[in-house]
């Protein structure tokens, strides 16, 4: 299923053009207002307020891994092998040092609600004097940060776990093709060594509790020299194992929550029984291998993205996981909200530059951890996060197929009447959903009997970037290949 990248030139098509008209049409945020900007300038000039006490341990050698490039740095990783297990180190960006509560970064960041990437720039969470500044871990100095400490056992469970306000010191940014490389190639230091096998272990105890992690290949657009790419790109195994050391966290967050009787969860309710009974009726059409021993995530772990039917299954089971969003619990409302994909509690703590939740949730789980009443522009806060992320997350998958489909658009605009070979990924009512082969192009065929899976050919029947539109058609027999 995986297709070449394809590179659409500016100079041969308006693409920038395009990434500004959708901008406007979106209402994706432009420069921040001046009192924003003007306040993020005073708070890096001044440095971080220190909340709660703050511990020196820049004598922990930390590293950032993130995608090439990148300049908000949520995220600092370091591990240890201990005599009987693991000691993971994850020092997360302390935001709320830098962001007076209801002044106007404050104020902004709750109108964004995340940071929105484009492929020709960021709409970001925080002005960059900040999120790519003096609150990011870049490996340029000392940085103020929550630093969590977790032991694990020789299987990767938690036995131990300590968050304190500290002073850290990240040694390199890392990028994951890098990491990917010295660790395959075995010249990673120990620590990045230990970032495998910890990752290895957690995605086990994942499986032992029911959790799946989908690993499917995403459409993208990335720039590439003078032009753009539109390309499929499967995630690395360090980018899985990455997230299992984000997810062990926002897990131990989660259970820190609980303790106090308030905090706010990512959710995902249990898969419906309607739509697990249609995936197996899926699995069957594509012939994919389920007897009825076998959990819904023990199908999923034994697929290959790469092998078509295997990937129109996918997408069909990533459609039965509806419903994630987050929510304020309190002990008095009884059993707290499971996620579940986790197959557990889960919090998001880890991406406080990038997504307004974290800062808000970070500061529950601290106060708790230190044996205070959390800050009072905290509580405050809780019932409107919920609301606040939801329009967030809409708009960014908003943003973020809009961008995929102009320039799908652009990349055929002079190819209409050509024929290409093409599979069955998904089914909606009388549509299907169909996956090109080359160019990556992902499109609906209309009124289409095409059943799932299906190896088909298709032939280009309109493709206009002004109107957006992006239409085929089944080839006639005649002008198959």
């Known amino acids: 299923m995986r297709a070449p990248a394809v590179t659409i030139a500016p100079v041969a098509t308006d693409v920038v053009g395009t990434f500004a008209a959708l901008r406007a049409r979106l209402g994706v945020p432009e420069a921040f207002p001046p009192d924003v900007e003007a306040g993020a300038r005073a708070a890096a000039t001044r440095g971080p307020v220190d909340v709660s006490p703050r511990v020196d341990r820049t004598d922990i050698e930390l590293v950032t891994i993130d995608p090439a490039g990148s300049r908000d740095l949520d995220q600092a990783y370091g591990a240890d092998r201990l005599k009987t297990g693991y000691r993971v180190f994850y020092a997360i960006a302390d935001v709320a040092a830098f962001v007076d509560a209801g002044g106007p970064v404050d104020r902004e960041a709750r109108g964004r609600g995340e940071t929105i990437y484009l492929p020709d720039g960021r709409a970001p969470l925080h002005p960059d ?133 308030l905090g706010v969860f990512r959710s995902l309710p249990a898969i419906d029984q309607y739509l697990l009974d249609r995936l197996r009726r899926s699995a069957k059409t594509l012939r994919i291998h389920w007897p009825g021993s076998m959990t819904y995530p023990e199908v999923v772990r034994g697929l290959d993205p790469n092998v078509a039917a295997h990937a129109a299954f996918l997408t069909q089971a990533a459609h039965v996981l509806r419903g994630a969003g987050y929510v304020v619990w309190r002990k008095a409302d009884g059993d707290p909200p499971v996620h579940a994909a986790v197959a557990a509690t889960y919090a998001h703590v880890t991406a406080p530059l990038r997504r307004l939740v974290d800062r808000f949730a970070n500061e ?103 109107a957006g539109t992006l239409e085929f058609a089944i080839a006639p027999k005649g002008q198959l290949p």
């Open 129 to 261: 004097v900040l999120g790519e500044g003096a609150a990011s871990l870049l490996p340029d100095g000392d940085r103020p940060a929550l630093l969590w400490t977790i032991d694990l056992d020789d299987g990767g469970r938690p036995v131990q776990t300590r968050l304190e306000r500290a002073t850290v010191r990240s040694r390199a940014a890392l990028d994951y093709e890098s990491v990917q490389a010295d660790i395959d190639a075995g010249t990673a230091t120990p620590a990045l060594a230990l970032l495998r096998d910890i990752g290895r272990l957690r995605l086990e105890r994942e499986a032992e509790r029911g959790g799946v992690s989908l690993d499917l290949p995403n459409q993208e657009v990335v720039p590439r020299g003078e032009g753009y790419e539109l390309e499929w790109r499967a995630p690395l195994p360090v980018e899985s194992w990455n997230a299992q050391i984000s997810l062990l966290t926002g897990m131990e967050a989660a259970r820190i929550m609980i303790g106090a009787g």
């Open 364 to 466: 529950l789980v601290i106060a708790e951890h230190d044996g205070r009443e959390p800050p009072a522009w905290v509580v405050e806060a809780l019932e409107e996060l919920p609301l606040l992320m939801a329009a967030a997350d809409r708009h960014a998958h908003e943003v973020e197929r809009g961008v995929v489909d102009r320039v799908e658009q652009l990349l055929l605009s002079t190819r209409v009447g050509e024929t290409f070979p093409a599979t069955v990924v998904d089914r909606h009512h009388d549509h299907a959903v169909i996956q090109l082969q080359d160019p990556p192009v992902v499109a609906t065929l209309h009124d289409s009997p095409a059943a799932l899976g299906s190896e088909i050919h298709v032939t280009l029947t309109e493709a206009d970037p002004e």
